[in-house]
């Protein structure tokens, strides 16, 4: 049974830093391709960043230069470390799971979620 635990959320303010967490469990995490999504309230879910089990990253522009994500495949985690946070990052964060070397949102896994809130 695949399971995917995002946390490390919270309320900051505009300028401040996140670091998410993943806990994965029930996959061959360092074969998959790890991801981070956004939604806003109102919006459709975006892709943030992924990485893939060679450590490839790929980044949505509008988080290019701020955010960087990272796995631990002795760990079964994966992180997106957040710096210089804008209002408009606010949205819930979910982390992906993906067999393979890219990400693919209909073979994906999917946690549950964390919220991200920045004030402003």
């Known amino acids: 049974q695949v399971q995917l635990v995002e946390s490390g959320g919270g309320l900051v303010q505009a300028g401040g830093s996140l670091r998410l967490s993943c806990a994965a469990s029930g996959i061959i995490f360092s074969i998959n391709t790890l991801g981070w999504h956004r939604q806003a309230p109102g919006k459709q879910r975006e892709l943030v960043a992924t990485i893939t089990g060679g450590g490839s990253t790929n980044y949505a522009d509008s988080v290019k230069g701020r955010f960087t994500i990272s796995r631990d495949n002795a760990k079964n985690m994966v992180y997106l470390q957040m710096n210089s946070l804008k209002p408009e990052d606010t949205a819930v964060y979910y982390c992906?799971?993906?067999?393979?070397?890219?990400?693919?949102?209909?073979?994906?896994?999917w946690g549950l979620g964390t919220q991200v809130t920045i004030s402003s």
């Open positions: 992906s799971s993906t067999l393979g070397g890219v990400f693919n949102s209909r073979r994906a896994y």
